[in-house]
């Protein structure tokens, strides 16, 4: 007996093969989207946490303040001020420890050592970084 086409159970196999491929790459392509997002996200909070930084206003003290407040000394394009201005941060200070220079051996200086954390939270993300301050 001569077999010229395929059975349907051979063809209901091959199809059930294709569909479960389909649905794994699909799965995939979900899973990396997802990590990209993430790394973008880490990376823009990341960005964020660098404004406060260099900035003297902020970051000692706790406070809710949107984002541009933190760059309105930089001169940065109007499309990522409008952007950080729809974000609210709020600034949280923890002191960590506080160190009297003056009760160290062999000093005679009045300053303080104080190291303290601040941390950002929004409604999106949360990221922390340790300050020294010397006053």
Request: hydrophobic content about 40%; proline content about 1%; overall charge positive.
């Amino acid at each position: 007996m001569r077999k010229d086409a395929f059975t349907l159970i051979e063809v209901m196999v091959s199809v059930m093969i294709i569909t479960v491929v389909i649905a794994s790459l699909l799965k995939m392509k979900s899973n990396n989207s997802y990590m990209l997002n993430s790394l973008k996200n880490q990376s823009n909070t990341k960005q964020y946490i660098s404004l406060l930084i260099p900035n003297k206003d902020y970051g000692y003290e706790n406070k809710e303040t949107r984002l541009d407040a933190l760059i309105k000394e930089f001169n940065v394009d109007d499309e990522l001020r409008k952007k950080l201005k729809n974000l609210k941060v709020k600034i949280i200070y923890k002191k960590i420890i506080s160190l009297d220079l003056s009760e160290v051996e062999d000093t005679a200086s009045s300053m303080v050592l104080e190291v303290g954390q601040n941390i950002l939270k929004t409604d999106k993300f949360s990221t922390n970084i340790y300050r020294v301050k010397l006053q």
